[in-house]
């Protein structure tokens, strides 16, 4: 099963605007508008839109190649494109936009350094992200963009009390909904979704624009989901959809909920039209589960081998793609692979989702004693997933410790019944053979 995959891959998805901060044209209360989160620009930004706009800036700095900010911004525009279209050949490119940028305007080029941190976040660099944010709140303190993408990068590094610090940081500097969202995230690490949905709610009440609106609702469509309110997620994903028509995080979390409250044709026709859009790890991976459980495992296998092929290609590009490996492989590849690649994720940052991604491919290595102890570092910091919960429960069961593996079994199903469309099903049928057994 993958669960988490989107997690790295969209951490840090922002727009860096050259009017971010105060004391310019971007100041006062109209500046959190200056740098909108990745849903918004789904809208704004992608296909023929963006592929237009970076057409322009190209043809601008042909004639004025020593405009510093416009060299950022194609930077920018860059990573959105990797990230929209799902093609990492971009990366690159905007590797050298920010360095030709920031070789004309060495110092106090913010946006060059926001927009770095979030490319080294695309490619899970998050110590990379990290350093780079901090670099640029040096110049300007204000940086919504740096704001956001440090806070992202401290998430991904397992830092979360000083992910929350700097999310309360924020939004106190820069109140807004990419802050706004990235604060309730924190909140639903630190096993409160209560405190994550009543800031969602607070970013809903902001949201004016079709693209805040559908990014809001996506979000909280996706904290429903893992909470296994099903009527609630699809409502939020209506929602989202009717702001903005074929927004794709919509679109997906519609079709995952589909999947797993048995509405199965329906689910895998908005997967299938997600996955010819934005052909990425979680997303190829859900639709592959998807065709598994409908007993089409010719079409899974499909989509697991395109995974393959885009992992390799990212790997190519500069992605560190050791989590993408080991989710994908320890299920449906090379079980030997996927502990090298989980090990290799946890010696670089140190996760609930990474120690969940370890203890699972430990476990298919048959080694789950040394799998518990990754699978209780995946719910230190109070976050409740039901895939971490299956994948412990299992580890226990193999163990011998049938009470904690049934507690743990029927948690994950009481949490989110549907949480995969491969795990719920074998989650159920270790739990009966655990009943059966009593």
Do not use: C
């Amino acid at each position: 099963m993958v669960f988490a995959l989107a997690a790295g891959l969209t951490a840090a998805s922002i727009v860096i605007d050259a009017s971010d901060g105060p004391g310019g044209s971007g100041g006062g209360p109209d500046a959190a508008r200056a740098v909108h989160p990745a849903a918004a620009r789904y809208e704004q930004l992608s296909g023929d839109g963006l592929a237009r706009q970076i057409d322009a800036m190209q043809t601008h700095l042909r004639g004025e190649p020593k405009d510093a900010e416009s060299w950022a911004g194609l930077g920018s525009a860059y990573v959105e494109q990797a990230r929209t279209s799902g093609d990492p050949t971009r990366y690159p490119q905007a590797d050298k936009a920010f360095a030709r940028s920031l070789s004309l305007e060495p110092r106090d080029n913010d946006v060059a350094l926001a927009g770095r941190a979030s490319l080294a976040a695309a490619r899970h660099d998050f110590r990379g992200a990290l350093r780079d944010a901090d670099k640029a709140l040096k110049v300007n303190s204000y940086s919504q963009g740096a704001l956001a993408v440090r806070v992202d990068a401290l998430v991904e590094l397992g830092r979360y009390k000083d992910a929350y610090t700097a999310a309360k940081k924020a939004d106190s500097l820069r109140p807004g909904i990419p802050v706004f969202t990235r604060l309730a995230y924190v909140h639903e690490l630190r096993g409160d979704p209560a405190g994550a949905r009543r800031v969602l709610l607070r970013a809903q009440d902001s949201a004016t624009s079709p693209s805040d609106i559908a990014y809001v609702s996506t979000a909280l469509g996706q904290l429903a989901w893992n909470q296994g309110e099903y009527g609630t997620a699809r409502r939020a994903y209506g929602t989202a959809l009717r702001a903005v028509p074929g927004y794709l995080p919509a679109l997906e979390g519609q079709g995952r909920t589909s999947v797993a409250d048995g509405r199965q044709k329906a689910g895998i026709r908005d997967l299938e039209a997600v996955v010819r859009r934005y052909p990425l790890p979680a997303e190829l991976a859900a639709l592959g589960e998807a065709y598994e459980a409908r007993g089409d495992r010719s079409k899974a296998r499909g989509q697991y081998s395109v995974v393959d092929t885009w992992i390799a290609l990212a790997r190519a590009n500069g992605v560190a793609t050791d989590l993408d490996s080991a989710l994908v492989a320890a299920d449906h590849g090379d079980v030997k692979e996927a502990l090298k690649a989980a090990r290799a994720e946890w010696d670089r940052r140190r996760t609930v989702h990474t120690a969940d991604a370890l203890a699972w491919a430990l476990h298919r290595n048959g080694k789950d004693e040394e799998a518990l102890k990754y699978a209780k570092d995946a719910a230190e910091p109070g976050y409740r997933n039901a895939a971490f919960l299956y994948h412990r429960g299992v580890i226990e069961k193999s163990l011998g410790d049938d009470a904690s593996a049934r507690r743990r079994l029927k948690a994950a199903l009481d949490l989110n019944p549907g949480f995969s469309p491969t795990g719920a099903r074998a989650a159920k049928a270790a739990l009966k053979e655990l009943e059966a057994a009593r």
